[in-house]
């Protein structure tokens, strides 16, 4: 049954991605305050997005059972709850140790929120017509970008950045007030009622899931140590360095609209994020020069908005991938799966562009690691393909 008009289900599944992947965005666009607060080194800025990712990867399989059990809707309502409460759990820790487990917590939402929110669409809308809603509910993620990167600088002047970070938790509060006297029913749970999920993950999905791993890994590096880049490298401005970010969060919010109705109306899941890889690739090819001191610090533009317009937006093809290629009794399974890979890659990219600089005081041998490892995954994404006979029938 449905339950939700579309704009309501955006809204609602939009707000629960936004708070899930938001702690990670902030350690980002923060990094320099908690260095000069903390004492930190960069690998320990790394190890925040680690701990989170890492929460999140690990539990993500196994939210994805429970939410192939208890339901779409009673599991979108705790990412929203949870999110709301460890972000403000991460704002209050007085010292690095206490952040480091807040921003484990963080992880739990990052873990259950792609696994509730994907089933709450798949309860929603039909097959074949999910590119749009997928988008936008992916797109919560570049919201928070956009956000983040540009209100939590102007948060931190203006008072200081635990109340920026608390400021945020607005956004899962209203997100449940859009779950508010909605059904509980889930269509996936009626089929299997009594019994967890069953059958072997389908091959194209675990494909997708190995592509993500890729993919993650580059992103956490390329977008953790963007801004940090721009300032002790190429001598930006905070300030400016933040605006990099949202270019990346606003660009992505269009990519993530966009792409996945072009993969499910026009060119097909692998070939879209083929495509994908290979924009992101470019993006990494002029990182590496600026860091080699071959390309202008102005080519640091063009790289955020190759960045969003192609592994940002990764995400929004592989989760439909994933809803299309899968049972619907199986979605929040599948979900798990490719979240354990994307979030296992999102843990271990920024932590070792880290420790890289830190022990070859330079950028370029992280981000020339990247750029193969981009070219890499879009020879992985012709393993995915482009249509799934589930989705078909």
Known sequence: MRSFSKARLSFVTASAMTIATFPIIAFSVLASELIEEFGLARAQIGFLVTATGLVGALSSPMFGRITDRIGAYRSTRGVLAVGAVTLTATAFSPSYALLLVAALTTGLANGWSNPATNTLIVDNVEAGTRG??????????????FLGGLLLPLLTDLFNWRVALVAFTLIPLAGLVGMARRSSQS???????????????????RWVAIYGAVSGFSTSAMFGFLPLFAEEDQLWSAASAGALVSVVGLVGIGARIGWPVVAERRMGHGVTL???ALLTCAGAVLLWAASLGAAA??????????????AIAWNAVGMLAVMDFS?????????????????????SGAPVMGWSVDTFSTYSIGFGVITALLALDAVIAGRIPARSPVSAS
């Open 132 to 145: 749009f809603v997928t988008g936008l509910k992916q797109s919560g993620v570049q919201i928070g970008t």
């Open 187 to 205: 269509r996936s749970t009626q089929v299997d009622v009594g019994r967890g999920p069953s059958g072997a993950v389908p091959a194209s999905v």
């Open 274 to 276: 083929r495509l994908l």
């Open 297 to 310: 610090s102005w080519v640091l533009l063009p790289a955020a908005v190759l960045l969003g317009g192609g």
């Open 327 to 347: 049972p619907a009794h199986m979605v929040g399974k599948s979900t798990g799966l490719v979240l354990l890979g994307f979030l296992l890659g999102i843990a």
